[in-house]
């Protein structure tokens, strides 16, 4: 049956604007990393997140058995979503990356911590969601009151994150935009390419960095005007004043002049003073 007129002819949908990033500055990382807490393994696990860029489900997952601390890199293989271990959700975020000083300290200072690391034996989905596969693995991140691995990735936000950041004074942002200030630092230094960046965050290209991840943080960027005018030789030149020729040759005092410049006349002196 044939359609005289299509009802959906003029109709848009309007879909609201992604959130935008919402990084932490380094100031506000100093305020977080330097409040004190007796939950030293979930503050190590924020800071991890800030300066490798994994995802919050990513890091509850991460296993010794994923960690070279002699060549300072870690490989992403699974994340645990709603209390279930899977394996990563595409293949490119499978990957290996390469630790920042803050991400590998971070690790040093756990396995420091739990010299006694006891194996668990997990479920993984396959990404076929039908195969599970049987797993003995070391995690990294354990509960600091229990010792054990975190249930969801719900629980370090909602019962670590909140509180800490109250602690510490920096207003409340979301345990994702650790993920966030990672790409947003990195971006902000100029020295990295966005297309480097979404390799070691599990990206194919650098448009979901400038889209969704990504963020110019002007607090922690370079002096770019400086550096412009530096580059471009641009030196501070003194305005030039121009003024009435027909008080180039004029022998009267400077203040003459000024009050030529505005374009007004200079009052006369009365003849009482």
């Known amino acids: 049956m044939k359609v005289a007129h299509d009802p959906t002819e003029g109709l848009f949908v309007r879909l609201p604007d992604p959130e935008a990033p919402d990084p932490f500055t380094r100031a506000e990382i100093k305020q977080i990393l330097e409040t004190p807490t007796n939950r030293t393994q979930e503050l190590l696990m924020i800071q991890f997140i800030l300066w490798a860029g994994p995802r919050?489900?990513?890091?509850?997952?991460?296993?010794?058995e994923d960690v070279d601390l002699k060549q300072r890199t870690v490989t992403f293989r699974r994340s645990k979503?709603?209390?279930?271990y899977r394996v990563t959700k595409t293949r490119r975020s499978l990957r290996k990356v390469r630790l920042l000083e803050p991400a590998w300290d971070a690790l040093r200072k756990i396995d420091a911590i739990n010299q006694n690391k006891m194996p668990e034996t997990v479920d993984i989905v396959e990404r076929d969601n039908k195969t599970v596969r049987k797993h003995k693995l070391h995690f990294v991140f354990l509960k600091t009151k229990s010792g054990l691995p975190h249930t969801n990735d719900f629980v370090v936000q909602d019962r670590f994150l909140k509180a800490?950041?109250?602690?510490?004074?920096?207003?409340?942002?979301g345990a994702g935009?650790?993920?966030h200030t990672y790409a947003s630092q990195l971006l902000t230094t100029g020295v990295v390419s966005i297309d480097w960046i979404a390799e070691q965050m599990g990206h194919t290209n650098g448009n979901m960095i400038r889209q969704h991840y990504g963020t110019w943080i002007n607090?922690?960027?370079p002096d770019v005007v400086g550096i412009l005018q530096h580059a471009l030789n641009l030196q501070p030149t003194s305005p030039v004043i121009r003024v009435n020729r027909r008080y180039k040759n004029s022998r009267q005092p400077q203040t003459g002049l000024i009050w030529a410049f505005f374009g007004l006349?200079?009052?006369q002196t009365p003849d009482f003073l």
């Open 81 to 84: 979503v709603r209390g279930a």
């Open 164 to 173: 800490h950041l109250l602690a510490a004074g920096v207003r409340y942002h």
């Open 265 to 267: 006349q200079k009052p």
């Open 219 to 221: 607090e922690d960027g």
């Open 56 to 64: 919050v489900s990513e890091t509850i997952a991460l296993t010794w």
């Open 177 to 179: 935009q650790c993920r």
